[in-house]
């Protein structure tokens, strides 16, 4: 028969085993991740302000991104795998602070060559720029990947 001194250390020694075998596999999964960082750039110019998305390339599994803050991102987790990478740039807009100057911004767009539209478009990547919408093949561990889009030629 085991005495309750026995059987306390029975409870101890198993507690051991299934705190180290959990720790083990916190561990392991931590390895199947990555982190990710690099430039932006857009006709040659650093992206001032702007998002990255890695989306996964089947459809399954998390969705990870961060912002473009002058020309440079970081991702610190994601998991590793094939993905695709969206990236968007937004400019800053001055708007009109009267009636006066909404109409002159309209007569120099005109002038130009420009569209009607009251407000200048604020995205500064087209969704089809080449080298946006790219698959990529992110391993595990630390990375650094720079995308250099160009407008695509008309």
Not at 63 to 85: E, F, H, M, S
């Amino acid at each position: 028969m085991i005495n309750s001194n026995e059987m306390s250390g029975v409870r101890q020694f198993m507690f051991t085993i299934g705190c180290t075998a959990a720790l083990l596999l916190v561990v392991a999964g931590c390895g199947n991740s990555t982190s990710v960082s690099g430039h932006v750039n857009f006709e040659g110019k650093a992206v001032g302000n702007g998002a990255i998305t890695f989306l996964p390339a089947d459809g399954r599994g998390p969705v990870a991104g961060g912002p473009i803050d002058d020309g440079q991102y970081q991702i610190a987790v994601l998991a590793p795998g094939k993905k695709i990478v969206q990236i968007t740039g937004v400019k800053k807009i001055n708007f009109a602070s009267s009636n006066a100057e909404l109409q002159h911004q309209a007569k120099e767009n005109a002038k130009r060559g420009g569209s009607t539209e009251i407000v200048e478009r604020a995205d500064e990547i087209p969704a089809d720029a080449d080298g946006n919408n790219r698959q990529i093949d992110l391993l595990a561990g630390k990375q650094v990947l720079d995308f250099d889009l160009k407008a695509r030629k008309k």
